[in-house]
């Protein structure tokens, strides 16, 4: 079977794949991926300049700059999330435009605003989740878009994947470009 090259730039790490069953060690291994995504961030960004951070990850995609926002971006998205279902009964989530958000004037910013930020919340953001018991990791919120019940187990392994999907968009320039 042949790989979609396009599909291959967009998901080079494929699809998030979450297990039916999702296991203790499923979630410490996604708070670990959680935990060291802003260091890891922060290493493979520090010494790209201006020009390459406004370099896409591929032929209409996102800067290496829009991506840096965006994940903070969706990444303060699922914290309320989680907190939304923490604190209500199977909340119906704000889903939100991440392209539109993408075109914003604040995703022209230097990169420090968004690598701070997400320094922070994910600081925070994995204290929470280490202190959740297993009934609530179970809550669900339900997404406008398909209707669908997620779980706060399922979400941490969903970001994780994010976290790592984008992150891959950024390495991946970087060796096709020689920048390492």
Known sequence: MQIDPLEQLKYPIGKAKIPEEITEIDIQKWIKILDSFPRKMRLITQKLSDEQLDTPYRDGGWTIRQ?????????????????????EDKPVIKAYH?????????YKAPIELSLTALESL???????????????????????????????????????????????????LLIDKDWF
């Open 67 to 87: 991506v840096i926002h965006h994940v903070v971006d969706s990444h303060y998205n699922s914290y309320i999330r989680f907190k939304w279902t923490l604190t």
């Open 98 to 106: 991440e392209d539109r958000w993408a075109e914003l004037n604040d």
């Open 122 to 172: 994910h600081a925070k953001w994995v204290y929470l989740l280490k202190g959740l018991s297993k009934e609530e990791l179970k809550r669900v919120f339900i997404h406008p878009d398909t209707n669908e019940e997620v779980s706060l187990e399922k979400n941490i392994g969903i970001y994780a994947w994010h976290s790592k999907h984008h992150y891959t968009h950024i390495g991946n």
